[in-house]
């Protein structure tokens, strides 16, 4: 499968943006889908997760409340609404498909597939 995140960009603390991941091929059902990120000079970061139906999430405590993940299979497409920015959540910011594992597995290596990231910004 092939990811295409998108939605990025520069926003003030407080503010909200909202990611998209479109992903190509039949399957994308079949796959639990993953927010990641990575600010400069920091290891990748799990994010947010969902399930292959998108009945269930789980989110790290670091954006919990704050960030929902979403899916839409009828579009192959998962987002990640973004509320209450801070500038410790500027990151390039990755999607990611996981074949195999649970949602509840946060390691990068769990994941099979990787969109091509996105920045997102926010000041103080």
């Known amino acids: 499968v092939q990811l295409q995140a998108s939605g990025g960009g520069l926003v003030q603390a407080g503010g909200s943006l909202r990611l998209s991941c479109a992903a190509s091929?039949?399957?994308?059902?079949?796959?639990?889908m993953g927010w990641f990120r990575q600010a400069p000079g920091k290891d990748r970061e799990f994010v947010a997760a969902?399930?292959?139906?998108?009945?269930?999430?789980y989110y790290a405590d670091s954006v919990k409340g704050r960030f929902t993940i979403s899916r839409d299979n009828a579009e192959n497409t998962v987002y990640l609404q973004m509320n209450s920015l801070k500038p410790e959540d500027t990151a390039v910011y990755y999607c990611?498909?996981?074949?195999?594992?649970?949602?509840?597995?946060?390691?990068?290596?769990?994941?099979?597939?990787w969109g091509q990231g996105t920045q997102v910004t926010v000041s103080s």
């Open positions: 990611a498909a996981n074949a195999l594992f649970s949602l509840s597995a946060t390691y990068r290596a769990d994941y099979d597939y």
């Open positions: 091929g039949r399957t994308f059902s079949s796959y639990v």
């Open positions: 969902i399930s292959r139906s998108g009945g269930s999430t």
